[in-house]
């Protein structure tokens, strides 16, 4: 082979390469693994392990409003604050890179979008935000629970079916 014809064989392995590289990243960044539901939500195919952290997690969320609540009515911003740093950013890094990875792009965005509102709330609740403040910021990360129940649901275990 010439040189350019081994110049113009890279290239096109590069080539090949590149549009490789940017179809994984569509597929596990944008696309995620779904399916369509039966109504109009689209269902996050899950292994039964990942479904059943994802559902933990959700009910740890119902559990840290309570606490929040529970804060709130008794004056107790440590205590608000505490709960929601618990389920800020920093634990959206529980989930594995391969769970995360079949997670749709709007899913991620909803999800940080919570995640990150826990974490203003307790660094505002911290600062000494009025009660009104805490409850304003509250009923915005709510909204996107209700966005995320609207959109999406996870593929049930085969046992479950
Ligand atoms: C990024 C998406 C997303 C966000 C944000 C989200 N959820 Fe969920 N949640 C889900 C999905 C998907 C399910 C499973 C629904 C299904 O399969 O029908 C679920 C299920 C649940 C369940 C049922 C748990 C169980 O054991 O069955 C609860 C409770 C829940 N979510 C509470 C919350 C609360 C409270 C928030 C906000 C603080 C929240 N979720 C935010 C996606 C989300």
Do not use: N, Y
Request: proline share 4%; with cysteine; charged share 20%.
């Amino acid at each position: 082979m010439t040189q350019q014809g081994k110049l113009r064989a890279s290239l096109v392995v590069i080539a090949l390469l590149v549009v490789a590289l940017v179809a994984l990243v569509v597929k596990f960044v944008v696309v995620g693994s779904t399916l369509p539901a039966q109504d109009a939500r689209v269902v996050v195919a899950l292994e039964p392990g990942e479904r059943a952290l994802m559902l933990r997690e959700m009910r740890g969320f119902v559990a840290g409003l309570q606490r929040i609540t529970d804060g709130l009515a008794r004056g107790d911003a440590k205590e608000v604050s505490a709960a929601a740093r618990a389920m800020g950013t920093a634990a959206a890094h529980d989930a594995p890179v391969t769970m995360f990875a079949k997670l749709p792009l709007e899913f991620k965005r909803l999800a940080f979008g919570v995640h990150g509102g826990f974490d203003r709330l307790a660094a505002d609740a911290a600062g000494g935000a009025s009660r009104e403040q805490t409850l304003g910021e509250l009923s915005s990360i709510l909204g996107g629970c209700v966005a995320c129940h609207a959109t999406f649901q996870v593929a049930a275990p085969p046992a479950a079916r």
